[in-house]
């Protein structure tokens, strides 16, 4: 099976990315902004740096680390050859082979029956959030079941899950005309399979599922406790991975935190690539307002556009609603959208999600099931880890969702001071400098006790 160059780019932006986070940032400034990518060759990645000095240096401290997360995030071994030129610019050509995304060739596009056309990849607009994750799935659409297969796809609600899948089937489907697609969420591959059981169709559905070329599941989140839709799947995933077929999944969560999962199952989604998408930063949503503004043909001042974007940090899917709701009020009163309307037009909107309908209780309530703990134990006195680092969360997330200031957060666990929740709230942020999972973990539990709140 042959690898395209443009695979180990990803594989080298992601280790650092991962080694960023494990080192101080005067320590990646002085080594790692220095690297530059050049080019791959077989299970080999060329790299330039300044001077000999650089060399010495990065191979003695960096070297295996570098060579050790490209095997753990590739599963081979790729070697690092440093070589030395002064110029920081890598070779013509190649870094924009990665750093841009690449237009179809193809000039008249072709419909997917189950795909909605507009979730390609020149709609979505990257972000350090999203990066890994778009160019994953734009490998997977130019090499089909050779860049990462299986891949699954994972983050929070309204994040582009749904979008990048989609994508890589539409890609699919413009270059590649003779491969069979079949898009498809966990919900309804479930209700085909009972119904198909149920109508003693048994064969015909096995049939349709196991002679695809690109299998697309969204929302996987949806099949714990489904037994023998798990167990169908399974046989599924083993007959097209085995035939090198592309296999991606989409999930709300890692799939560590699935329950009800069968083991088998879960090793299989784990298997291969799992890519998250995080919540975008201020500069990242601006640019896809900015884009969906450009994209509906209408006008925002840059005022409105700030003001929305500082007010909405959940999701895509909360910036296109706000966004939809002006463009209806705009052209109801045919007016120019102020700061002022904006204001009073997204005033719900923003206060929700500024969380003021979310209760300490529930809160603490979400907290303490996730961790298998009761309310009580989270309020209460006791000081042993398994409870501290959970109460720790949960005051972080009150801080971080709610208006209630320290004083209140410290009455409400258990009477505690304010300079204890201060304290949690450090640790927490710490923590999660070192601790890569603890943030989407975080995330997971805001959502969850949002979706809880409504
Ligand atoms: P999910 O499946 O993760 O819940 P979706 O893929 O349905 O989310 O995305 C929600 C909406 O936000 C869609 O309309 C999608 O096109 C849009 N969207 C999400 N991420 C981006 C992005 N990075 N750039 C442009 N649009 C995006
Ligand atoms: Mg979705």
Redesign the pocket.
């Known amino acids: 099976m042959e690898t395209c160059n443009w695979d180990y780019a990803i594989f080298w932006k992601e280790a650092i990315n991962q080694i960023q986070n494990s080192i101080t940032d005067q320590e990646f400034q002085m080594w790692f902004n220095n690297m530059n990518y050049i080019e791959s060759r077989e299970a080999q990645i060329i790299i330039s740096v300044p001077s000999s000095f650089y060399k010495d240096q990065v191979t003695q401290r960096y070297l295996s680390v570098i060579e050790g997360k490209l095997m753990e995030l590739s599963g081979q071994k790729i070697s690092i050859e440093f070589i030395i030129k002064n110029n920081r610019s890598p070779a013509p050509g190649k870094k924009q082979q990665h750093s841009k995304p690449i237009k179809p060739a193809s000039v008249k596009k072709r419909k997917h029956p189950q795909l909605n056309s507009?979730?390609n990849f020149e709609?979505?607009?990257?972000?350090e959030n999203?990066d890994f994750a778009?160019m994953a799935s734009f490998a997977m659409a130019k090499n089909p079941g050779k860049a990462y297969n299986p891949c699954l796809i994972y983050?929070?609600?309204?994040?582009?899950?749904?979008?990048?899948?989609?994508a890589i089937g539409n890609t699919v489907y413009q270059d590649f005309p003779e491969l069979k697609i079949v898009y498809v969420t966990a919900e309804t591959f479930t209700n085909e399979f009972i119904l198909a059981i149920k109508e003693n169709k048994g064969h015909q559905f096995k049939n349709r599922y196991r002679t695809v070329d690109v299998l697309l599941i969204?929302?996987v989140h949806f099949l714990p406790g489904k037994v023998e839709t798990q167990e169908e799947l399974f046989h599924t995933f083993n007959a097209l991975y085995d035939a090198n077929k592309q296999l991606v999944f989409?999930c709300?969560r890692p799939v560590s935190e699935l329950k009800a999962l069968s083991d088998r199952l879960r090793s299989r989604f784990e298997r291969g690539l799992n890519v998250d998408?995080q919540p975008?930063n201020y500069e990242?949503r601006l640019a896809?307002l900015k884009?969906?503004i450009e994209e509906r043909k209408i006008f925002i001042n840059d005022a409105v556009a700030d003001l929305i974007c500082q007010n909405i940090k959940t999701?895509?899917?909360d910036?296109?609603k706000a966004l939809t709701k002006l463009i209806a009020y705009a052209e109801l009163v045919d007016k120019e959208i102020s700061i002022d309307i904006a204001q009073r037009q997204l005033k719900d909107f923003f206060s929700n999600h500024q969380g003021r309908n979310v209760s300490l209780e529930l809160i603490q309530k979400v907290v303490a099931e996730y961790f298998g703990l009761s309310s009580v134990d989270i309020r209460g006195k006791k000081r042993t880890k398994a409870i501290v680092y959970p109460r720790q969360i949960a005051m972080y997330i009150t801080r971080d969702i709610t208006e209630f200031s320290t004083t209140e957060v410290g009455l409400a666990f258990g009477g505690r001071d304010h300079t204890t929740v201060m304290h949690a709230c450090q640790r927490i942020e710490d923590r999660m400098k070192t601790d890569p999972m603890l943030e989407p973990t975080i995330q997971n539990l805001i959502r969850n006790i949002k979706e809880a709140s409504l």
């Open positions: 507009e979730y709609r979505f607009v990257r972000g999203n778009y983050g929070g609600v309204g994040l582009g899950k749904t979008h990048l899948l989609q969204d929302d989409t709300d998408l975008p990242t896809i884009k969906k999701n895509v899917r910036l296109e």
